[in-house]
């Protein structure tokens, strides 16, 4: 059974501090790992998507990697604003299109 | 982009009532829509996976008989939680994948609903 854990479950940071958010899965046999934000009461919007075939993707400030053989990802905010404080969600796809989640980093960007 | 909408946002109920969620693609015609729940400070938890005219895939451990799941459109499905007690409080998101997005790997999120039972 696939298992996907985020570190470190919370995070507070200065405005403007670079910050890498972890997330670790055991079973390597994945389609895609997909990187989340969620805000308070609020449903989920996609930041980015990893096939399994590729190593990183970019997207504005947002830089994903992702290490199959090592069940590890990582994502990296660069010069964190207050409006980046919410919940990070790292997910892996599997087999039937199923999504397994990490429980998330939360994040505050304090101004 | 693709729009995913979820009808209500928040419901409260009394105990022992049903009720019914709705999950709906605006853009796009949805031939697999999954249904996650996520109780405070939890993740995501897949509950099932609703195919299209067939019946629905349960994850090990969700109720069948408890939530029922209807996906009659390809634009609609819906959840519904019957007899619902107050440890089925919890955060219900939907998630669509367009055709050929279930191979493409897409999915996208609707806003959840929030479910309270008193």
């Known amino acids: 059974k696939q298992e996907v854990t985020q570190i470190p479950a919370a995070l507070s940071v200065p405005e403007g501090e670079n910050l890498v958010l972890n997330c670790s899965f055991t079973?390597?046999?994945?389609?895609?790992l997909q990187w989340f934000r969620q805000d308070p009461g609020k449903g989920l919007t996609s930041l980015l998507l990893?096939?399994?075939?590729?190593r990183e993707q970019t997207s504005g400030r947002l830089n994903a990697s992702l290490d199959k053989s090592s069940g590890r990802s990582t994502l990296y905010i660069a010069a964190s604003q207050p409006g980046d404080s919410a919940t990070y969600l790292c997910?892996?796809?599997?087999?039937?299109?199923?999504?397994?989640f990490g429980e998330g980093t939360q994040l505050t960007v304090n101004p | 982009g693709a729009v995913v909408s979820q009808h209500p946002s928040r419901v409260i109920c009394k105990s022992g009532t049903s009720v019914k969620i709705e999950c709906r693609s605006l853009?796009?015609?949805?031939?697999?829509m999954f249904w996650y729940r996520q109780f405070p400070k939890q993740s995501l938890m897949l509950m099932a996976t609703?195919?299209?005219?067939?019946?629905?895939?349960?994850e090990q451990g969700v109720e069948k008989d408890k939530f029922l799941i209807n996906h009659a459109s390809l634009t609609l499905s819906t959840l519904t939680v019957t007899s619902a007690h107050p440890e089925d409080s919890s955060f219900y998101i939907c998630?669509?994948?367009?055709?050929?997005?279930?191979?493409?790997?897409?999915?996208?999120f609707g806003p959840g609903t929030r479910l309270t039972v008193l």
């Open positions: 997910a892996v796809e599997g087999s039937g299109s199923r999504l397994t």
């Open positions: 609703s195919n299209e005219g067939s019946k629905a895939t349960y």
């Open positions: 853009d796009f015609q949805a031939t697999t």
């Open positions: 990893i096939q399994s075939s590729q």
């Open positions: 998630s669509a994948s367009p055709p050929g997005g279930a191979t493409l790997h897409e999915q996208f």
């Open positions: 079973d390597s046999a994945i389609y895609n």
